[in-house]
């Protein structure tokens, strides 16, 4: 038996159950009065099928040649002299 009875009446255990179970019930019956109200009608509907969005492209991609290789020179750090020991 769920509810525990001690001399006709619920233990504290008990009383803490049943509060339980109906703090359960009530949030429950809530999430689903919510989620019924505000949730969108399924598929099927009478707007099933969003309207079409019109896409333009706007820049038409071209292959192009390669640029030039960089030359090593230009590749190079440039290092600072350093000082002669003395």
């Known amino acids: 038996m769920l509810l525990h009875r001690r001399r006709g009446r619920l233990s504290a255990t008990g009383r803490?159950?049943?509060a339980l179970a109906a703090l359960a019930a009530a949030i429950?019956?809530?999430h689903l009065w919510l989620a019924q109200a505000l949730w969108p009608?399924?598929?099927?509907?009478?707007?099933?099928?969003?309207?079409?969005?019109?896409?333009?492209?706007?820049?038409?991609l071209q292959p192009q040649a390669p640029p030039?290789?960089?030359s090593r020179r230009a590749t190079?750090?440039?290092?600072t002299p350093r000082a002669a020991p003395a």
């Open 16 to 18: 803490r159950r049943a």
């Open 28 to 30: 429950a019956l809530a």
């Open 41 to 60: 009608p399924p598929l099927g509907g009478a707007n099933a099928m969003p309207a079409r969005i019109a896409v333009a492209f706007v820049h038409t």
């Open 68 to 70: 030039p290789p960089a």
């Open 76 to 79: 190079r750090v440039a290092t």
